[in-house]
C-alpha cells in the first residue's frame, strides 16, 4: 500500500464521519422539533431510547456532545495514523502496522471507559455530602421531594444537574425508577445504585427515609474512605509504573543525539519492526494489566 492511497482511505473516512455525524445531529433536531412542548427531550428517561448504546452513556457522562459513530471514526483515525507512522519508518511491514492500528482503536475505547469510571467514582464521593443534607432537611419537616430539592440547590456540578432531574420527573409524574433512570445510567456505581434503590424502596414500601439516608449514605461513606486508603498506599506503584512506561522514549532523543547509528542498526535490520513491535505490546500489555491489577474498582 502506497503513502497516496493510504491518504486516499484517510480522506474517505474524514468526510464519511463528518457526514455520518451531521446527519445524526440532523436527525436529533427533528426529533426534538417533533416532541410535545410539554415535555422536552431531555425530560425523557434515558434508558426509554431502545437505540441508545453503552457508549452513548459513556461520552454522556464525559459531557462529550458527539455521537457513538463519530467517536468511533475518530478511534479509526487514530488507528490509521498510528498505521501510517508505523508504514513511513517501516514501510515493508504491512501486518505489524495494521496491528498497532487496531492497538490503538483498542486503547482509545479503553480510555473512555477508565475516564468514565473515573467521572463516577467522583460522583459518588460527591454523592455523600448530598444524603447528608437530605437527612438534615427531612430532620428539619420537609418530605423526601423537598428533601431532595434542599439537597440539589446546596450541592454543586453533578450532584445538583442530577438531584435536580430527579425533582424535576418526579413533580412532572413519572415513577421513582425513571427519575433515577438517568443518573444511575450516566454514573454507574455500588454507591449511586444503593442510592437509587433506596429511594424506589421508600416510594414503595415506605418506612423511615431518615433512618435509610443514613444508613446508606454510611455505607457509601466507608467506601470512599477505603477508596482512598487504597489509592494511597498504591500510589508509589502507580508512579513507578509510569516512569518505567515513559523512560525508553524519553531516552530515545538521547540516543538520537549521542548513538544515532543504534537506532538505525535497529531500524534497518530485517527484524527490526519486528523487535520493535514486540517491545511496545508487551510494554502496553503490561501496562493495561498493571493498571486492572492496581485499580481500586472495578
Known amino acids: 500500500?502506497?503513502?497516496?492511497?493510504?491518504?486516499?482511505?484517510?480522506?474517505?473516512?474524514?468526510?464519511?464521519?463528518?457526514?455520518?455525524?451531521?446527519?445524526?445531529?440532523?436527525?436529533?433536531?427533528?426529533?426534538?422539533?417533533?416532541?410535545?412542548?410539554?415535555?422536552?427531550?431531555?425530560?425523557?428517561?434515558?434508558?426509554?431510547?431502545?437505540?441508545?448504546?453503552?457508549?452513548?452513556?459513556?461520552?454522556?457522562?464525559?459531557?462529550?456532545?458527539?455521537?457513538?459513530?463519530?467517536?468511533?471514526?475518530?478511534?479509526?483515525?487514530?488507528?490509521?495514523?498510528?498505521?501510517?507512522?508505523?508504514?513511513?519508518?517501516?514501510?515493508?511491514?504491512?501486518?505489524?502496522?495494521?496491528?498497532?492500528?487496531?492497538?490503538?482503536?483498542?486503547?482509545?475505547?479503553?480510555?473512555?471507559?477508565?475516564?468514565?469510571q473515573?467521572?463516577?467514582?467522583?460522583?459518588?464521593?460527591?454523592?455523600?455530602?448530598?444524603?447528608?443534607?437530605?437527612?438534615?432537611?427531612?430532620?428539619?419537616?420537609e418530605n423526601p421531594i423537598h428533601a431532595l430539592a434542599v439537597a440539589a440547590n446546596a450541592s454543586k456540578g453533578s450532584v445538583k444537574t442530577e438531584l435536580n432531574e430527579i425533582v424535576k420527573r418526579l413533580e412532572l409524574g413519572l415513577t421513582i425508577e425513571k427519575a433515577t433512570a438517568r443518573m444511575t445510567d450516566l454514573y454507574d456505581s455500588e454507591g449511586v445504585r444503593l442510592f437509587a434503590r433506596m429511594l424506589i424502596a421508600k416510594w414503595y414500601a415506605g418506612g423511615d427515609l431518615g433512618i435509610l439516608l443514613r444508613s446508606v449514605g454510611r455505607i457509601i461513606r466507608e467506601r470512599v474512605k477505603l477508596r482512598m486508603k487504597i489509592s494511597g498506599q498504591l500510589a508509589g506503584a502507580r508512579y513507578a509504573s509510569v516512569f518505567v512506561a515513559l523512560l525508553p522514549y524519553l531516552v530515545i532523543p538521547v540516543f538520537i543525539w549521542k548513538q544515532p547509528q543504534w537506532l538505525d542498526t535497529m531500524v534497518n535490520h530485517p527484524f527490526g519492526p519486528t523487535y520493535l513491535f514486540a517491545a511496545v505490546m508487551m510494554q502496553v500489555v503490561g501496562l493495561f494489566w498493571l493498571s486492572r491489577i492496581l485499580r481500586t474498582e472495578s
Open 1 to 116: 500500500m502506497t503513502i497516496e492511497t493510504a491518504l486516499f482511505f484517510v480522506a474517505l473516512a474524514v468526510f464519511l464521519a463528518i457526514a455520518v455525524s451531521r446527519y445524526l445531529v440532523h436527525a436529533r433536531e427533528r426529533s426534538e422539533a417533533a416532541e410535545p412542548v410539554g415535555l422536552a427531550r431531555d425530560d425523557i428517561p434515558a434508558y426509554s431510547n431502545p437505540g441508545s448504546s453503552r457508549i452513548n452513556s459513556q461520552l454522556r457522562t464525559l459531557k462529550l456532545e458527539i455521537e457513538p459513530l463519530a467517536f468511533g471514526a475518530g478511534a479509526v483515525l487514530t488507528g490509521v495514523v498510528a498505521f501510517l507512522l508505523f508504514l513511513e519508518l517501516f514501510p515493508d511491514a504491512v501486518l505489524l502496522g495494521l496491528m498497532a492500528g487496531c492497538a490503538f482503536v483498542a486503547l482509545a475505547f479503553t480510555l473512555l471507559r477508565s475516564l468514565t
Open 118 to 141: 473515573w467521572r463516577a467514582r467522583r460522583f459518588e464521593a460527591r454523592l455523600v455530602d448530598a444524603i447528608g443534607l437530605m437527612h438534615a432537611a427531612l430532620l428539619g419537616g
